[in-house]
């Protein structure tokens, strides 16, 4: 109890982009009134707003990695569908949430419990389709953020867990089951939410509310009103919710998200005829309005369900410049410069992409592309279940690190009708199986990059792909996790393997470090499950078979 939050980091990290050139002039105030990014503390999703998973503690190295052992262990108490999160640590306090919203403080040197809060949810999340995981939780102010799968805004007491304020933001019967899974984004003062589901029969929307009150502040509607590129009553219907975290520039107080795509999922040009903006798309938002900066439609109509929403965002400085580096589920990286949204380059991440003959490295431009056919069965790569799960990036190596999944899809074309699908389904106009690349079996890789040219440093190869967030630390290591319940730590600079342990169950969310009591920690979330799993076992059936759990595990050197 000794290390709750200070006022000191009450309003996030911000200013650790000041070393980056993220805080501008206007922001002195603010950054000198935050101090300096605590190494001490993982306080946000990505831990700092450059989006890079990247912790300076260096505690714990390439030459005693091999030395870490369990420190503590602590039970969530709820195994639906596993543990997806990256949890929060702030000043020695570990900050989780786990299925059906339930939320927990911990201390960070053994585990025990501080306080919990498990709201009562809404009987519709027995009735939709997203539901019950969450993804993480967001904090400033003192206050931890949350967004529910019944569709609400929290707020909690970060030292008390008592509820600031609640809101109901979206109400998921008349949205088409549209809920909350992913963290917000503390963005001074508001907090922005992105909804759930490319796939439903719902307009996508982007919400922020007052971070003091939980007062509606602005909302961003995906699905662009213009006739011309929603031909008929298609935008009614046409999906893009921004279903992961986004990112926030205090430097020009700009809120970034990547959305869904559109709904139907698969469809000929006669179902949504336009191009079908904003979805598959990255939007830059006025943090203070909502009104969109500008905007870059990574896959226009997009007809082959590769969100935009999956990709997180990770912020490069290269020779005094910035550049905003993002993943498209089609198999394609997008760097972009952040102010403008000129495109500086776009290079292939996947191996197996035939969906698209190329794209424009300097317009983004797609040339050569498929568009499927009803009445056939239509085959596509990359896969549709790709890493969905943070990259980290190394300033140390200059390196970009990402899970990556080589597999296609098939599907065969259905016409649906959307005020009939209901809220347990999906208007995905087809139902999608996993296939094995044309020349070989279904497998992942790890990739290590230069992010800005995606010239490959190394790459490792498995049988089966990992789907875990990534970290980066100054110790030279990099973190990662598998399915089969792995906590590893690889080499940053040479990708050799270096630990492992077992945790017991698959790992589908993020590790994260800390410092508490004078000693550096690592902390993994163990417990397979979530959507994409279901896809999985179709490739890898075995995966139907390993064990659940939610479980958080604390290392940390004899």
Same mark, same amino acid.
């Given at each position: 109890?000794?290390?709750?939050?200070?006022?000191?980091?009450?309003?996030?990290?911000?200013?650790?982009?000041?070393?980056?050139?993220?805080?501008?002039?206007?922001?002195?105030?603010s950054?000198?009134?935050?101090?300096?990014?605590?190494?001490?503390?993982?306080?946000?999703?990505?831990r700092?707003?450059?989006?890079?998973?990247?912790?300076p503690?260096?505690?714990?190295?390439?030459?005693?990695?091999?030395?870490?052992?369990?420190?503590?262990?602590?039970?969530?108490?709820?195994?639906?569908?596993?543990?997806?999160?990256?949890?929060?640590?702030?000043?020695?306090?570990?900050?989780?949430?786990?299925?059906?919203?339930?939320?927990?403080?911990?201390?960070?040197?053994?585990?025990?419990?501080?306080?919990?809060?498990?709201p009562?949810?809404?009987d519709?999340?027995?009735?939709?389709?997203?539901?019950?995981?969450s993804?993480?939780?967001?904090?400033?102010?003192?206050r931890i953020?949350?967004?529910?799968?019944?569709?609400?805004?929290?707020?909690?007491?970060?030292?008390?867990?008592n509820e600031?304020?609640?809101?109901?933001?979206?109400?998921?019967?008349?949205?088409?089951?549209?809920?909350?899974?992913?963290?917000?984004?503390?963005?001074?003062?508001?907090?922005?939410?992105?909804?759930?589901?490319?796939?439903?029969?719902?307009q996508?929307?982007i919400?922020?509310?007052?971070?003091?009150?939980?007062?509606?502040?602005?909302?961003f509607?995906?699905?662009?009103?213009?006739p011309?590129?929603?031909?008929g009553?298609?935008?009614?219907?046409?999906?893009? =919710?921004?279903?992961?975290?986004?990112a926030?520039?205090?430097?020009?107080?700009?809120?970034?998200?990547?959305?869904?795509?559109?709904?139907?999922?698969y469809?000929?040009?006669?179902?949504r005829?336009?191009?079908?903006?904003?979805?598959?798309?990255?939007?830059?938002?006025?943090?203070?309005?909502?009104?969109?900066?500008?905007?870059?439609?990574?896959?226009?109509?997009?007809n082959?369900?590769?969100?935009?929403a999956? =990709?997180?965002?990770?912020?490069v400085?290269?020779?005094?410049?910035?550049?905003?580096?993002h993943?498209?589920?089609?198999?394609?990286?997008?760097?972009?410069?952040?102010?403008?949204?000129? &495109?500086?380059?776009?290079?292939?991440?996947?191996?197996n992409?035939d969906? $698209?003959?190329?794209?424009?490295?300097?317009?983004?431009?797609?040339?050569?592309?498929?568009?499927p056919?009803?009445?056939?069965?239509?085959?596509?790569?990359?896969?549709?279940?790709?890493?969905?799960e943070?990259?980290s990036?190394?300033?140390?190596?200059?390196?970009?690190?990402?899970?990556?999944?080589?597999?296609c899809?098939?599907?065969?074309?259905?016409?649906?009708q959307?005020?009939? $699908?209901?809220?347990?389904?999906?208007?995905h106009g087809?139902?999608? +199986?996993?296939?094995n690349?044309?020349?070989?079996?279904?497998?992942?890789?790890?990739?290590?990059r230069?992010?800005?040219s995606?010239?490959?440093?190394?790459?490792?190869?498995?049988?089966q792909?990992?789907?875990?967030s990534?970290?980066?630390?100054?110790?030279?290591?990099?973190?990662?996790?598998d399915?089969?319940?792995?906590?590893?730590?690889?080499?940053?600079?040479t990708?050799?393997?270096?630990?492992?342990?077992?945790t017991?169950?698959?790992?589908?969310?993020?590790?994260?470090t800390?410092?508490?009591?004078?000693?550096?920690?690592?902390l993994?979330?163990?417990g &397979?499950?979530?959507?994409?799993?279901?896809l999985?076992?179709?490739?890898?059936?075995?995966?139907?078979?390993?064990?659940?759990?939610? +479980?958080? &595990?604390?290392?940390?050197?004899?």
């Amino acid at each position: 109890m000794t290390r709750l939050i200070s006022e000191v980091v009450a309003v996030l990290a911000l200013s650790a982009l000041a070393g980056l050139g993220l805080v501008g002039a206007g922001d002195t105030a603010s950054a000198a009134e935050m101090g300096k990014d605590n190494p001490a503390n993982w306080p946000i999703y990505n831990r700092t707003l450059d989006g890079t998973r990247f912790s300076p503690l260096k505690e714990i190295t390439a030459a005693n990695v091999q030395n870490l052992q369990v420190a503590w262990i602590a039970q969530t108490g709820d195994i639906t569908l596993g543990l997806q999160e990256t949890p929060l640590v702030i000043d020695g306090v570990v900050y989780s949430i786990a299925a059906n919203d339930r939320v927990q403080a911990f201390d960070g040197e053994t585990g025990q419990e501080i306080w919990h809060y498990f709201p009562k949810l809404n009987d519709v999340v027995n009735e939709i389709f997203f539901t019950p995981i969450s993804r993480g939780l967001a904090f400033g102010d003192g206050r931890i953020y949350l967004g529910t799968t019944d569709g609400r805004g929290i707020a909690l007491d970060a030292k008390t867990g008592n509820e600031f304020w609640a809101v109901q933001i979206v109400d998921p019967r008349k949205c088409a089951g549209c809920n909350f899974t992913s963290p917000p984004v503390v963005a001074d003062n508001v907090i922005v939410y992105g909804q759930t589901g490319g796939d439903m029969a719902d307009q996508g929307k982007i919400f922020a509310v007052d971070a003091a009150t939980g007062n509606s502040r602005w909302a961003f509607e995906t699905l662009k009103d213009d006739p011309k590129s929603w031909g008929g009553d298609s935008r009614k219907y046409g999906g893009g =919710g921004a279903w992961q975290t986004g990112a926030y520039d205090p430097s020009t107080r700009t809120v970034f998200y990547g959305t869904g795509n559109a709904a139907p999922d698969y469809e000929d040009g006669t179902v949504r005829p336009g191009d079908n903006k904003w979805t598959s798309s990255v939007v830059a938002l006025n943090v203070e309005t909502g009104t969109l900066k500008w905007g870059f439609q990574e896959v226009p109509h997009d007809n082959w369900d590769y969100d935009s929403a999956t =990709g997180q965002f990770t912020f490069v400085e290269r020779g005094g410049k910035r550049f905003l580096v993002h993943y498209n589920k089609g198999g394609f990286v997008y760097v972009y410069d952040p102010d403008s949204g000129e &495109i500086q380059n776009v290079w292939r991440m996947n191996k197996n992409i035939d969906w $698209v003959e190329s794209i424009d490295p300097k317009t983004g431009e797609m040339k050569g592309v498929k568009t499927p056919q009803f009445g056939v069965t239509n085959h596509t790569c990359p896969w549709l279940v790709g890493s969905w799960e943070s990259p980290s990036y190394s300033p140390i190596t200059g390196l970009l690190y990402q899970n990556v999944v080589e597999a296609c899809n098939s599907f065969e074309m259905q016409k649906v009708q959307p005020e009939k $699908v209901p809220l347990n389904g999906l208007y995905h106009g087809g139902v999608p +199986t996993a296939e094995n690349p044309p020349n070989g079996k279904a497998y992942g890789h790890l990739d290590a990059r230069d992010p800005i040219s995606g010239e490959v440093k190394w790459e490792l190869k498995f049988d089966q792909p990992m789907y875990s967030s990534l970290m980066t630390t100054a110790g030279g290591l990099l973190f990662a996790g598998d399915l089969k319940g792995n906590a590893l730590a690889y080499d940053a600079a040479t990708g050799k393997q270096l630990w492992s342990f077992n945790t017991g169950s698959g790992i589908k969310g993020g590790p994260v470090t800390y410092e508490a009591g004078g000693h550096q920690y690592i902390l993994y979330p163990s417990g &397979i499950g979530g959507l994409g799993l279901g896809l999985v076992a179709q490739l890898w059936p075995e995966l139907a078979n390993y064990p659940a759990a939610s +479980t958080l &595990i604390a290392f940390r050197l004899k």
